[in-house]
DNA sequence: TCAAACGGTTTCATCATGCAACCGTTTTGG
DNA sequence: CCAAAACGGTTGCATGATGAAACCGTTTGA
């Protein structure tokens, strides 16, 4: 049978991360939850998104403690669904995934939206520095596998029936 | 017609970067490359990925830049696959990735691969700052969206044929 | 020289996605 | 107060994407 792969054993954590976030709309869904969106239709009409997926979407990152379904403050009676502390630290992927975009994958005179400090509307950036400060980039990093198990990778990524669904 | 979705044309380089990384396998091989992987079956015995699908995945890789095949230094004739600059450039997006699922996906004692300085053997993290500086958290950040199209949005996501084919 | 490994491509079954129709509840408004 | 539209989904179906296995030409190695 054909199973969907999942990579939640992986000793490497971007691995892991895929797993849960990997997805072609969840991080989308996350990046509209950055801009304020909280409601089933605002987050249909600003991806174009089927309503079954994003059900399933908004389920499943709730399920996994990204999303959380509060009744809203207003009164109202339509529940939204609000960033979880866990949610609002993906803000460095998005801002990483930005900041490789706004590189590679514009037009030289063409516009994108920006993501500048709200109160002084400076620009924003990403760096990676070691722990006492001094800046690295990618050619004097390495990556320190975990000890036990001498293979490249521990092992090659598990199939299993369903990578996201409902827990019966 | 179900057509895939493409973000090729949303005006949010995160939305951007994602139609062109965010699929399940091409980050995870990106992963593998920056563990210095460069041929076929190094890339399909570390991950488990089918071979048609690796296959079509190296492709697109290529196509769009962030992969360049070649042939392999010591004389061998098998070809290697290398990441190019825009490749490499992704790095920020691994250790967001890799920070925030250390931080989440692993219990408390559970062992992970570490990323390190290569010299140093120093810890290496990810600061969001502004250009003058000073750190920037989630809630002080706001996105500016292109001016033109007063939607919140520009458009909803186009559709298209297929969004990773080989150009016929 | 023969066999095995490498690097794929093709075929086919199954799963995930997208679309449209439907449905109960909430809001609007006449 | 009642009807109609909007909201927030769920269900069913058609189709595209994925995965497993078979196959194949080339390279390696014994």
Same mark, same amino acid.
């Given at each position: 049978?054909?199973?969907? &792969?999942? !990579? ?25 939850? $950055?801009?304020? !969106?909280?409601?089933?239709?605002? $987050? ?5 998104? @089927? ?13 996994? *403690?990204?999303?959380?379904?509060? @009744? ?18 993906? $803000? ?13 994958? $514009? ?5 994108? +939206?920006?993501?500048? %400090?709200?109160?002084?509307?400076? @620009?924003?950036?990403? %760096?990676?520095? &070691?722990?006492? *400060? ?22 090659? @990524? %598990?199939?299993?029936?369903? +990578?996201?669904?409902?827990? +019966?």
């Amino acid at each position: 049978m054909v199973k969907r &792969t999942s !990579l939640r054993g992986d000793y490497c954590p971007s691995a892991r991360s895929l797993d849960v976030i990997g997805d072609w709309w969840s991080l989308l869904i996350v990046r509209d939850a $950055f801009d304020g !969106l909280t409601r089933f239709g605002e $987050f249909q009409k600003s991806l174009g998104i @089927a309503k079954n997926i994003l059900s399933d979407r908004l389920r499943t990152l709730s399920e996994r *403690g990204i999303l959380t379904v509060v @009744a809203p403050a207003d009164g109202g009676t339509h529940q939204e669904y609000h960033l979880t502390p866990k949610g609002r630290d993906l $803000f460095p992927v998005m801002v990483a995934l930005r900041q490789w975009g706004e590189r590679y994958l $514009f037009e030289p005179g063409e516009e994108h +939206s920006r993501l500048v %400090e709200r109160d002084t509307g400076q @620009a924003i950036q990403l %760096e990676i520095r &070691t722990a006492d *400060g001094r800046p690295v980039g990618p050619d004097h990093a390495v990556v320190l596998k975990v000890p036990q198990q001498g293979s490249l990778h521990p092992r090659p @990524a %598990e199939r299993l029936r369903k +990578s996201r669904s409902k827990p +019966s």
